[in-house]
Antibody, heavy 121, light 107 residues
């Protein structure tokens, strides 16, 4: 059974860097075809894709946020970390991580519960 | 970026009805399209992938169709628990993009 869980701060000051961790079980990021992505959702708004990392360390980013995002994996700890620099109140959102299989396309078959991040001073 | 446009933005229907939600891509995405269901305060749940393939565990009253730029999600025999917001997502080209969502109320 695949599970993912997001963790990180619930409150971030403007201009600070956000670090979120996705801890997963039921699969390995050393296995061919596997990917983990991040998606966010501002309150009352639609989903927005942020980044994805694959088993071979291929990384893709949303072009509108690429200068602020870094995605990495720690295969020994079954974790994927997303950092977002220069946080702004408009970045207030629930952040989700999700599992995908490259060969089936870039969609997410299993999602974490999400973590709400508020950006405010 | 490929823009995904869903219609309608909201719909109300009765238990037992059939509802169709459409999703149009600004460029062809072949069948690289997924549908998700999201209930308030919950994470999205995958329903359909590759336009028409039912994700494991999803009731057969959900079905998807389409290719290229025009897609649809149909829910037959609506149940009260189908009240949710539904999103389409293109999986063809980076950046991955989602539709704006369709809110379904089942009366």
């Amino acid at each position: 059974q695949i599970t993912l869980k997001e963790s990180g701060p619930t409150l971030v000051n403007p201009t600070q860097t956000l670090t979120l961790t996705c801890t997963f079980s039921g699969f390995s990021l050393t296995t061919n075809d596997v990917g983990v992505g991040w998606i966010r959702q501002p309150p009352g708004k639609a989903l927005e894709w942020l980044a994805v990392i694959y088993w071979d360390d291929d990384k893709r980013y949303s072009p509108s946020l690429s200068s602020r995002l870094t995605i990495t994996k720690d295969t020994s700890k079954n974790r994927v970390v997303l950092t977002m620099t220069n946080m702004d109140p408009v970045d207030t959102a629930t952040y989700y991580c999700g599992h995908s299989l490259y060969s089936l396309g870039n969609w997410f078959d299993t999602w974490g519960q999400g973590t709400l991040v508020t950006v405010s001073s | 970026d490929i823009r995904m446009t869903q219609s309608p933005s909201s719909v109300s229907a009765s238990v037992g009805d059939r509802v169709t939600i459409t999703c149009r891509a600004s460029q062809a995405v072949s069948t690289w399209l997924a549908w998700y269901e999201q209930k308030p305060g919950k994470a999205p749940k995958a329903l359909i992938y590759s336009a028409s393939n039912l994700q494991s565990g999803v009731p057969s009253r959900f079905s998807g169709s389409g290719s290229g730029t025009d897609f649809s999600l149909t829910i037959s025999g609506l149940q009260p628990e189908d009240s949710a917001t539904y999103y389409c997502q293109q999986a063809h080209t980076f950046p991955i993009t989602f539709g704006q969502g369709t809110r379904l109320e089942v009366k």
